[in-house]
Each structure stands twice: as structure tokens, then as C-alpha cells.
């Protein structure tokens, strides 16, 4: 008699194994679709995907992520901000909504901000080299935003002046480059 249960027990497990890959890969094509929606710059159809997924499984992290890149895609910087800030909020452990979520802040000119949510994706993954770049991005931003008040308070600093062109030049898209 205990075979027929063991057998039954098998047929069981194997199902659900299935069931399981093939849920798994339902995941992963739709991930894939949504990636290769935004690669092709087809924003509303990538978005609108995402939608329907996160409809389903809205703390969904991946996909609450790839919808706050199509935002940012689209130039809705509000709505963007807001997916980032609340996947921060939700998972303080993944640097990159962190690394996109300063991105953001960058754009709008609030660089304190950036560097706070920069130092955050830092905190929770040290080796990320991204990060640190934008990091050392946002200080020169800084330093430019200083350089420029230092210069406003005293006209004639020749130093100030001379250290705001190699902070432009150091953030200065390179020639060509799309920006």
C-alpha cells in the first residue's frame, strides 16, 4: 500500500515542479518582453505591459523598477520619482532604485538629495562602481554650484573662476555624445 502513495506522493511532486518552471519562465518572458519593449524605445507598450504584471503582483520589485525607467524614459520625472522613492522605501536593500532615484534628483538640479540617495546605494552595496561615479558626478555639481556663489560674492576671484571652467570641463558631455 505504501507504494501506490509514494507513487501518488511522486506524480504530486512533479506536477507542481512543472507547474512551478512553467510559472517561472511565464516570469522570466514577461521581464524579457518588457526589456526588450524599452530597448526598442517603445515606451507606452512596455509600460503598459508592466501595468498589466504589477496589476497581479504589485510588490513586484523588478518590475516596479523597470516602470520607474520607463517613466524616466518618458520624461514623467514626477511620476518616476515617485516609483523610486517608494521602491526605496519598500526595498532599502537594493542599490539601484537608490542609483536611479539620484539620477532623478540630479535632473532637477537637487544634487543634496542625489548624493543622499547615491550614498544609499553605496551603503547597501559597496562595490557598486556606477554609483560611485555618479556620486563623484554630483560632487563636481557641488563644486560648481559653489565656485559659482564664491564667484557672485567676490567678481574678481581669478582661482574661483579658474576651478569653475575645470568643473565644467570635468562634467561636460563628450563631444558627439547624445545629451
Known amino acids: 500500500m ?6 501518488l506522493l511522486q506524480v504530486w511532486l ?9 510559472a517561472t519562465a511565464a516570469r522570466a518572458d514577461v521581464y524579457d518582453d518588457v526589456s526588450k519593449l524599452i530597448r526598442a524605445k517603445s515606451f507606452d ?4 505591459k508592466a501595468d498589466s504584471h504589477l496589476a497581479d503582483k504589485p510588490a513586484d520589485p523588478q518590475m516596479r523598477f523597470f516602470r520607474g525607467m520607463i517613466q524616466r524614459s518618458q520624461g514623467k520625472l514626477e511620476a518616476a520619482l515617485e516609483t523610486f522613492v517608494q521602491l526605496t522605501e519598500d526595498y532599502p536593500e537594493l542599490p539601484e532604485p537608490h542609483n536611479n532615484l539620484a539620477a532623478i534628483y540630479a535632473a532637477k538640479g537637487q544634487y543634496p538629495q542625489a548624493q543622499k540617495a547615491l550614498e544609499m546605494a553605496i551603503k547597501t552595496k559597496p562595490d557598486y562602481a556606477t554609483a560611485y561615479e555618479n ?3 554630483v560632487h563636481v ?4 554650484q559653489a565656485y559659482q556663489q564664491a564667484l557672485k560674492l567676490e567678481p574678481g576671484n581669478t582661482a574661483a573662476s579658474r576651478k569653475l571652467k575645470l568643473s565644467q570641463e570635468l562634467i561636460k558631455p563628450p563631444a558627439g555624445s547624445a545629451q
Do not use: V
Open 2 to 7: 505504501k507504494r501506490p502513495f509514494s507513487r
Open 141 to 144: 555639481r557641488l563644486s560648481e
Open 14 to 22: 512533479g506536477a507542481l515542479l512543472f507547474a512551478n518552471m512553467a
Open 135 to 137: 556620486l563623484a558626478d
Open 45 to 48: 507598450a512596455a509600460l503598459a
